[in-house]
């Protein structure tokens, strides 16, 4: 009986991911997640400054009066 594409797709990506990937160690998952989390604490911290600035100039323009 013939096999149908969709049943090989399965059974080939099983298998790659089985034997193919190499899965990072705990200590590796670790630090990769503290450095994500630092860095969007980071790009949130600029962020934050960014827009206040702007906002701080905005209030500045917006209160000169002609």
């Known amino acids: 009986m013939k096999k149908y594409k969709i049943l ?3 059974e ?3 298998n790659e991911l089985v034997h ?3 899965w990072p160690t705990k200590s590796e998952l670790v630090n ?3 450095i994500v989390m630092v860095a969007s ?3 949130a911290l600029v962020i934050w400054l960014i827009d206040t600035i ?3 100039v905005m209030h ?3 209160s000169i009066h002609f």
């Open 12 to 14: 080939e990506s099983y």
């Open 60 to 62: 500045g323009v917006y």
């Open 41 to 43: 604490i980071l790009m």
């Open 20 to 22: 193919k990937v190499s």
């Open 32 to 34: 990769s997640t503290i």
């Open 54 to 56: 702007i906002d701080w």
């Open 8 to 10: 090989t797709d399965i």
